[in-house]
């Protein structure tokens, strides 16, 4: 679809009664990472820290990224994961994973990060009360690359997806490599041919193939289903999602194995209630203590992923599954029952014909808050916006800020309460009602029938009874 190329930006809607208040982080564009209240102010700004995804830690600390690799060499490696403090110092920092000798550069200690990490206290990376992350200890979960060989997936190089256990003082102390776990992945005969002949290539350095693109990992934390004596829910198990075969997993800390999934076929009978999960991301176990607790909440992308029998939309099975618009989904993840959702339909448009309209194709992410509200970054067009159980819109905010792609994208948000923040005093909050877009004009554009404008008190009444407010000195000249 085409978009607009004029449109607000900022807070556009606020209802304070209805939204649970706090702060949203955010990376803004190349400008850093920016922390903004209800209103759309910006009220601080860690310049040049780069978020793969910012995130907040109680006391105004921020866990982001200095640096990236050279794209010539690497595919999203960030340099290190640091977190620093509201002043914009580096209190701690991780980057001794592997040695770099990319041409042209001097050589390197680089985390190779990417995507997403959870530090101890907290399972997800997002408030829950009760579990605040740590901040002056702790180990950190880190999602990290890594340039691998496995004959058995393909004959080219793979850029594979590891997760590694770092504790305070920088050391790996555990490590889990997603290529070794193949024949635990489910996929049949036609979509290991895909991937053997062409697992992703991303045309960079080595020309490694992407093929699995974790973008998500969280620990399950303590839930309901290991209460009732199911291991495959362990509190110290991970969940990840791979967004380039539309797989969903968890596996066990101590073996390494997979022991729950959803995907990469979802044409099963158990699953075909769910339709294709497609490009998904940020899955992750609502955490104890918010409502839906122990249920999987993902961004189900829609876009394109795969690999599998060939189509129309795939004439060599590679992305072969497409959908062209996007759902937030909360799954039992026992009866794989979908126990609320947000689509195109809960969002008011019309389905198929303008499901469109709710539609990131990459990046993206839904946190559930602790009033039953989610938050949901659509990061393709930069916007981030809050809805109730009931699918109300009750937030909305679009990101002004542009990046060298000409794109206002917003890889993932989280809210945070204002506590967390006590740099800060409490802000007022305002509501901030839905403009009618319809009758809304920038300033000295005409609307309809504007040929017979009457103005009342500062609104202008157009002949068949719209309005649209504006002060006595805006109103269009009279002679």
Same mark, same amino acid.
């Given at each position: 679809?085409?978009?607009?190329?004029?449109?607000?930006?900022?807070?556009?809607?606020?209802?304070?009664?209805?939204?649970?208040?706090?702060?949203?982080?955010?990376?803004?564009?190349?400008?850093?990472?920016?922390?903004?209240?209800?209103?759309?102010?910006?009220?601080?700004?860690?310049?040049?820290?780069?978020?793969?995804?910012?995130?907040?830690?109680?006391?105004?600390?921020?866990?982001?990224?200095?640096?990236?690799?050279?794209?010539?060499?690497?595919?999203?490696?960030?340099?290190?994961?640091?977190?620093?403090?509201?002043?914009?110092?580096?209190?701690?920092?991780?980057?001794?994973?592997?040695?770099?000798?990319?041409?042209?550069?001097?050589?390197?200690?680089?985390?190779?990060?990417?995507? @997403?990490?959870?530090?101890?206290?907290?399972?997800?990376?997002?408030?829950?009360?009760?579990? @605040?992350?740590?901040?002056?200890?702790?180990?950190?979960?880190?999602?990290?690359?890594?340039?691998?060989?496995?004959?058995?997936?393909?004959?080219?190089?793979?850029?594979?997806?590891?997760?590694?256990?770092?504790?305070?003082?920088?050391?790996?102390?555990?490590?889990?490599?997603?290529? *070794?776990?193949?024949?635990?992945?489910?996929?049949?005969?036609?979509?290991?041919?895909?991937?053997?002949?062409?697992?992703?290539?991303?045309?960079?350095?080595? /020309?490694? /193939? @992407?093929?699995?693109?974790?973008?998500?990992?969280?620990?399950?934390?303590?839930?309901?289903?290991?209460?009732?004596?199911?291991?495959?829910?362990?509190?110290?198990?991970?969940?990840?999602?791979?967004? *380039?075969?539309?797989?969903? =997993?968890?596996?066990?800390?101590?073996?390494?194995?997979?022991?729950?999934?959803?995907?990469?076929?979802?044409?099963?009978?158990?699953?075909?209630?769910?339709?294709?999960?497609?490009?998904?991301?940020? =899955?992750?176990?609502?955490?104890?203590?918010?409502?839906?607790?122990?249920?999987?909440?993902?961004?189900?992308?829609?876009?394109?992923?795969?690999?599998?029998?060939?189509?129309?939309?795939?004439?060599?099975?590679?992305?072969?599954?497409?959908?062209?618009?996007?759902?937030?989904?909360?799954?039992?993840?026992?009866?794989? *029952?979908?126990?609320?959702?947000?689509?195109?339909?809960?969002?008011?448009?019309?389905?198929?014909?303008?499901?469109?309209?709710?539609?990131?194709?990459?990046?993206?992410?839904?946190?559930?808050?602790?009033? /039953?509200?989610?938050?949901?970054? *659509?990061?393709?067009?930069?916007?981030?916006?809050?809805?109730?159980?009931?699918?109300?819109?009750?937030?909305?905010?679009?990101?002004?800020?542009?990046?060298?792609?000409?794109?206002?994208?917003?890889?993932? =948000?989280?809210?945070?309460?204002?506590?967390?923040?006590?740099?800060?005093?409490?802000?007022?909050?305002? =509501?901030?009602?839905?403009?009618?877009?319809?009758?809304?004009?920038?300033?000295?554009?005409?609307?309809?029938?504007?040929?017979?404008?009457?103005?009342?008190?500062?609104?202008?009444?157009?002949?068949?009874?719209?309005?649209?407010?504006?002060?006595?000195?805006?109103?269009?000249?009279?002679?």
């Amino acid at each position: 679809m085409g978009h607009p190329t004029i449109y607000p930006t900022g807070a556009t809607v606020y209802n304070p009664d209805k939204a649970w208040s706090g702060y949203t982080i955010f990376q803004a564009a190349d400008l850093g990472a920016l922390l903004i209240d209800m209103s759309g102010r910006e009220v601080h700004l860690w310049k040049g820290l780069r978020g793969f995804p910012n995130k907040l830690l109680p006391g105004g600390y921020v866990l982001g990224s200095t640096a990236e690799r050279d794209p010539k060499h690497g595919f999203q490696d960030e340099a290190d994961l640091v977190q620093v403090d509201w002043d914009g110092n580096i209190v701690w920092q991780f980057n001794r994973h592997e040695w770099i000798e990319d041409p042209g550069h001097e050589p390197q200690w680089m985390a190779r990060a990417h995507h @997403d990490y959870q530090r101890s206290g907290n399972p997800v990376g997002y408030y829950v009360l009760g579990a @605040d992350p740590k901040t002056a200890e702790g180990n950190t979960i880190i999602l990290v690359h890594k340039n691998v060989h496995n004959p058995k997936i393909s004959d080219k190089p793979l850029l594979d997806d590891s997760i590694l256990e770092v504790d305070w003082e920088g050391n790996i102390v555990w490590e889990w490599n997603c290529h *070794e776990h193949f024949d635990e992945l489910g996929f049949d005969e036609q979509a290991k041919n895909v991937l053997f002949r062409d697992p992703n290539t991303r045309y960079f350095g080595s /020309g490694a /193939g @992407d093929w699995m693109h974790i973008n998500s990992v969280s620990v399950l934390g303590p839930n309901r289903f290991y209460d009732a004596g199911d291991e495959r829910f362990h509190p110290d198990n991970l969940i990840w999602d791979g967004r *380039e075969t539309n797989i969903i =997993a968890i596996i066990d800390k101590k073996t390494g194995s997979i022991v729950w999934k959803l995907g990469p076929d979802y044409s099963a009978p158990e699953y075909r209630h769910l339709g294709w999960i497609i490009g998904q991301h940020h =899955a992750h176990l609502i955490p104890r203590g918010l409502p839906g607790e122990g249920n999987l909440l993902v961004f189900d992308n829609g876009g394109w992923a795969g690999y599998g029998s060939p189509n129309p939309a795939s004439p060599f099975g590679q992305k072969n599954a497409v959908r062209d618009h996007s759902r937030i989904l909360e799954i039992d993840p026992l009866t794989l *029952e979908i126990v609320w959702q947000y689509t195109p339909t809960e969002a008011g448009f019309l389905a198929p014909l303008d499901s469109y309209r709710f539609y990131s194709p990459y990046i993206s992410s839904a946190q559930r808050l602790p009033n /039953g509200n989610t938050l949901i970054t *659509e990061g393709a067009d930069g916007r981030i916006f809050e809805v109730t159980r009931e699918h109300e819109l009750v937030w909305e905010y679009i990101s002004p800020y542009k990046n060298k792609r000409n794109t206002n994208m917003v890889y993932r =948000a989280y809210r945070v309460p204002y506590a967390w923040v006590p740099q800060l005093p409490k802000p007022v909050e305002q =509501a901030i009602e839905p403009l009618d877009v319809a009758n809304f004009r920038v300033p000295g554009a005409a609307g309809k029938g504007a040929e017979s404008v009457v103005v009342v008190n500062g609104t202008f009444s157009y002949g068949d009874g719209a309005a649209c407010v504006a002060s006595i000195d805006e109103r269009p000249n009279q002679d």
